[in-house]
């Protein structure tokens, strides 16, 4: 029997701060508001030349160094995200570039909010099967880009950011107990993000775009999404835990979804524990969806909120309807990584970038002699026609 365990863990936020003062100078809105109805006082931005790609690569790589494990030697990417640059290549393909993580297979995973949890499971049962050795699950956001940011019901609640686990296989037990995955499309209009300009059918006119979307940025009905978080959370993380053979008495710690303190106050009314029991860095993040369960990990661990042989429980929520948790075994020590190994680990990622220029180079200079035209040449020779 094999166990899936958290070996290595790490976060990225962009270094731009945007305060609620100053989205207040950008949409009617106030410090006050936001911060009583969200618990949101500040949450990232990333820079033009971020991507979810970037910053997913820079958790990841934190996480990989935590676990002192050779990109060569990852065998699996999990990115959950909501914002890749495309749908495909994925923005899972791109970081397996970035790391030169040259064995392994690499694929995006689309469940929102939710979608770290959902890639938890999906990489610790591909461990417990013995399908692959290791694996690293990302969730990574840029959810910046996706905003209308004149809509101040959504724009002042999302941030940008990343944060990854590394999960190896043992024998020891412990690590990844138990799972649940839930879903419900019949509210996937609550919250939505249309994937690209959405006109299905442009020869049928305007009145024919799905459910009246005219752009991809998201859209929201929050009461009712928080009607729905407030219902599941309470839910998922008791058949979670009843799974793994544990109470709520065990869990030393619940790591949600940052969404809103409001939320995860009444969750803990539900479950009748204090909602110090929960971790909550949305303070300072906002809500950074995928990537918002990875990061307050990290956060936790760096405050010393998790000790050896703690449970700790994982819930999300979010678009489609989705919602999921998992229980954790907090049990293996990561060996210290000593600075000069650091070091020479980012080192290797410059090594990884030059290996990927060259091979595309050898790509173009064989398309050459083979005398194919680029898809640069062949897209210049469609327009001169
Ligand atoms: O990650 C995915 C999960 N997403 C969530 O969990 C979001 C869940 N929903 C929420 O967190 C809350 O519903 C919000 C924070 C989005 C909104 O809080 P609310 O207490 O549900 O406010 P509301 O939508 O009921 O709006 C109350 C009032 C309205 O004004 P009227 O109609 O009462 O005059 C809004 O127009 O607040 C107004 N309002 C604002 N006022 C100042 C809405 N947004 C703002 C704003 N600043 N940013």
Redesign the pocket.
């Given at each position: 029997m094999k166990y899936a365990h958290i070996v290595g863990w790490g976060s990225f936020r962009p270094d731009k701060i945007l305060t609620n003062n100053d989205l207040s100078r950008m949409?009617?809105?106030?410090d006050e508001?936001?911060y009583t109805?969200?618990g949101i006082r500040e949450r990232r931005i990333a820079s033009e030349k971020e991507t979810t790609a970037t910053l997913a690569f820079e958790a990841a790589a934190r996480a990989l160094e935590r676990a002192d494990l050779h990109p060569s030697q990852v065998e699996l990417i999990i990115v959950a995200t909501s914002t890749p640059e495309y749908i495909f290549p994925s923005t899972a393909c791109r970081v397996q570039d970035y790391l030169g993580a040259t064995r392994a297979g690499a694929f995006d995973l689309s469940a929102?909010?939710s979608g770290f949890v959902y890639g938890l499971s999906m990489a610790s049962q591909a461990i417990q099967t013995e399908s692959v050795r290791n694996a690293v699950v990302i969730g990574a956001e840029t959810m910046s880009r996706v905003l209308d940011w004149q809509d101040?019901?959504t724009c002042?609640?999302f941030g940008d950011g990343a944060g990854a686990v590394v999960l190896k296989g043992s024998s020891i037990p412990g690590g990844v107990m138990a799972n649940t995955l839930r879903s419900d499309g019949s509210g996937g209009n609550l919250?939505s993000l249309p994937a690209v300009y959405h006109n299905p059918m442009p020869m049928l006119g305007p009145e024919y775009l799905h459910n009246g979307h005219k752009k991809n940025t998201v859209e929201?009905n929050?009461?009712q999404?928080?009607r729905f978080?407030t219902q599941v959370i309470a839910s998922s993380i008791e058949e979670t835990i009843a799974k793994a053979d544990l109470t709520i008495d065990d869990i030393a710690l619940i790591v949600p979804?940052q969404?809103?303190t409001?939320?995860i106050e009444t969750a803990a009314k539900r479950l009748k524990i204090p909602a110090e029991r929960f971790y909550m860095n949305v303070h300072a993040v906002g809500?950074t969806?995928a990537a918002s369960i990875p990061i307050a990990l990290c956060d936790a661990v760096h405050d010393g909120r998790l000790r050896p042989d703690d449970n700790v429980v994982f819930v999300g929520?979010?678009?489609g309807l989705t919602w999921a948790s998992s229980v954790v075994k907090w049990n293996v020590t990561p060996p210290e990584v000593s600075l000069p190994r650091r070091e020479w680990r980012r080192a290797r990622y410059i090594a990884a970038r030059g290996r990927s220029k060259l091979k595309k180079w050898r790509r173009k200079l064989i398309d050459r002699v083979a005398g194919s035209p680029t898809p640069h040449a062949r897209m210049r020779d469609a327009d001169r026609k």
């Open positions: 949409v009617d809105t106030s508001w936001i109805r969200t929102a909010c101040r019901g002042i609640l919250l929201m929050g009461r999404v928080f978080a979804h969404a809103n409001r939320i809500n969806s929520f979010g678009g």
